[in-house]
Nanobody
Framework: QVQLVESGGGLVQAGGSLRLSCAAS????????MGWFRQAPEKEREFVATISWGGSITSHADSVKGRFTISRDNNKNNLYLQMNSLKPEDTAIYYC???????????????????WGQGTQVTVSS
């Protein structure tokens, strides 16, 4: 059974940085694309970033491009999201997600990710 556990969220001032981590277990981590999504209060869950199974291909939402960076360490079964220059509009619960198909390409569609973590809260104060 796939388990994903996020950590690293918290309260930060605008302009600050946070690094989110996601520890994965239950299957061969390095065979699957991964993603980060977020959900703000009263808003739908939205795509943030995705990374290929090998880590060489990434994609970021326009709203975070140049500020956030997704990465992974397949030896440690960990996924990361480095968040710099944070803005109040980045406030949300951030979720780690695992793609359902082995060797798949990256994806920004929530339907491609059957496995989700419990989320970690990120709050950016102005």
């Amino acid at each position: 059974q796939v388990q994903l556990v996020e950590s690293g969220g918290g309260l930060v001032q605008a302009g600050g940085s946070l690094r989110l981590s996601c520890a994965a277990s239950g299957r061969t981590f390095g065979h699957y694309a991964m993603g980060w999504f977020r959900q703000a209060p009263e808003k739908e869950r939205e795509f943030v970033a995705t990374i290929s199974w090998g880590g060489s291909i990434t994609s970021h939402a326009d709203s975070v491009k140049g500020r956030f960076t997704i990465s992974r360490d397949n030896n440690k079964n960990n996924l990361y999201l480095q968040m710099n220059s944070l803005k109040p509009e980045d406030t949300a619960i951030y979720y780690c997600a695992a793609h359902g198909q082995r060797w798949s390409s990256i994806s920004d569609h929530t339907n491609d990710y059957p496995y989700w973590g419990q989320g970690t809260q990120v709050t950016v104060s102005s």
